[in-house]
């Protein structure tokens, strides 16, 4: 089955312009997680999108935002980029985690979107 | 909140048998997972422990101990394409959702 797509695999930006990245996850996979990797700050966790609703949200300013479509397809955008936006994000999609179960909802991840702000 | 700490960075030779170690900080999780990262790629799923022991997978086993707030990454008969950074990782308790939270990180190294 084919894995999770990101588009584009490489970008790069001005400082003050925005950017939209997209993810199309794993056909059956409606959870769909973003991550940032520095560095500096390893993996961090942007958002997570079940259903077209953000379940989950971590700690970026409101620059940051994203959204999923009815097919789980997802974009996350960043407006307003800063030299410190530079990073891989990486998209990840796994089956829904239910409330209270220690299953394993391992991710699957895309091989990412690398950003560079200039 | 959780914090999970690693080695930066391990070295082994091949053949050889390496343990990764992951300690943590939180107030509740599911289970501890690891990834493996190579180079410009996609972080990919090795293991998972839910519960406290070993569990293995061919060449690689984890262990989980909660009393000890300790996990650990054992890689057996090491291979130079082992070399890539190895991450391991917790869904929380608090927040719902598939979050993951995840440790620091291990380049290891594999020389001849």
């Known amino acids: 089955k084919a894995g999770v797509t990101q588009t584009p695999r490489y970008l790069i930006k001005t400082r003050g312009q925005q950017v939209t990245l997209s993810c199309s996850p794993i056909?059956?996979?409606?959870?769909v997680s973003w991550y940032q990797q520095t560095p500096g700050q390893g993996l961090q966790f942007l958002f997570e999108y079940f259903s077209e609703t953000q379940r989950n949200k971590g700690n970026f300013p409101g620059r940051f935002s994203g959204r999923q479509f009815s097919n789980s397809r997802s974009e996350m955008n960043v407006s307003t980029l800063e030299l410190g936006d530079s990073a891989l994000y990486l998209c990840?999609?796994?089956?829904?985690?239910?409330?209270?179960?220690?299953?394993?909802?391992?991710?699957?991840f895309g091989s990412g979107t690398r950003l560079t702000v200039v | 909140g959780q914090s999970l700490e690693q080695p930066s960075e391990v070295t082994a030779v091949e053949g050889a048998i390496v343990q990764i170690n992951c300690t943590y900080q939180t107030s509740g999780f599911y289970g501890l997972s690891w990834y493996q990262q190579h180079d410009g790629g996609a972080p990919t799923f090795l293991s998972y422990n839910a519960l406290d022991g070993l569990e293995e997978t061919g060449r690689f086993s984890s262990f989980l101990s909660r009393s000890d707030s300790y996990g650990y990454l054992l890689l057996q008969e090491l291979q130079m394409k082992d070399s890539a950074s190895y991450f391991c990782a917790v869904r929380p308790i608090t927040g719902g959702g598939n979050k993951l939270t995840f440790g620091t990180g291990t380049q290891l190294k594999v020389e001849l």
């Open positions: 056909s059956g996979h409606r959870s």
């Open positions: 990840a999609s796994s089956l829904v985690g239910l409330a209270g179960s220690s299953a394993n909802y391992g991710y699957t």
